[in-house]
């Protein structure tokens, strides 16, 4: 039987249950390790950063601080409950596109290397194309309109 059950799974025949799940762990891990770890950051230090942010867009430091802020904190948490996850993941796959290849000029190693936002900028792209899963609000509310499912 446990046999079975294994094979089942490394074969990929776990279904779209085990997906689900996986799907929901990134989105959960993602979610709010950017929310805790660079978002809420950023909230609390507002007042210091807002005049020193990096303004890779030409709209002004305080504005690309608030358009950062707006991603990693709303568009995170979205992402963690699955509302809206595929527009909350394209927010913030342009995001860290914009904080890699613009902010640290695509570098992966050396000072101020993008590797961060690298690793986030995939994870965000897995999430945008795949969608956010079976355990997530998108998919309760879309159930909904088709009657159950």
Same mark, same amino acid.
């Given at each position: 039987?446990?046999?079975?059950? #294994? +094979?089942?799974?490394?074969?990929?025949?776990?279904?779209?249950?085990?997906? &689900? =799940?996986?799907?929901?762990?990134?989105?959960?891990? =993602?979610?709010?390790?950017? =929310? !805790?770890?660079? $978002?809420?950051?950023? %909230?609390?230090? #507002?007042? &210091?950063? &807002?005049? $020193?942010?990096?303004?890779?867009?030409?709209?002004?430091? +305080?504005?690309? !601080?608030?358009?950062?802020?707006?991603?990693?904190? !709303?568009?995170?948490?979205?992402? %963690? %409950? @699955? !509302?809206? +996850?595929?527009?909350?993941?394209?927010?913030?796959?342009?995001?860290?596109?914009?904080?890699?290849?613009?902010?640290?000029?695509?570098?992966?190693? @050396?000072?101020?290397?993008?590797?961060?936002?690298?690793? #986030?900028?995939?994870?965000?792209?897995?999430?945008?194309?795949? $969608?956010?899963?079976?355990?997530?609000?998108?998919?309760?509310?879309?159930?909904?309109?088709?009657? @159950?499912?």
């Amino acid at each position: 039987m446990m046999t079975r059950i #294994y +094979a089942q799974w490394m074969s990929g025949g776990g279904g779209d249950c085990l997906k &689900s =799940l996986g799907l929901l762990v990134l989105r959960v891990w =993602l979610g709010l390790s950017m =929310l !805790l770890l660079h $978002g809420w950051p950023k %909230v609390e230090k #507002y007042a &210091s950063m &807002s005049q $020193g942010f990096p303004d890779p867009l030409g709209v002004g430091p +305080a504005m690309s !601080l608030n358009l950062a802020i707006f991603a990693e904190v !709303l568009c995170a948490l979205l992402l %963690v %409950v @699955g !509302l809206a +996850a595929r527009l909350a993941a394209i927010t913030l796959v342009v995001t860290m596109a914009v904080a890699f290849f613009v902010v640290h000029g695509g570098a992966l190693t @050396g000072e101020g290397s993008g590797e961060m936002a690298f690793i #986030y900028l995939a994870g965000f792209v897995a999430l945008f194309i795949a $969608g956010p899963g079976r355990h997530s609000l998108d998919h309760l509310i879309l159930r909904g309109f088709r009657g @159950g499912e």
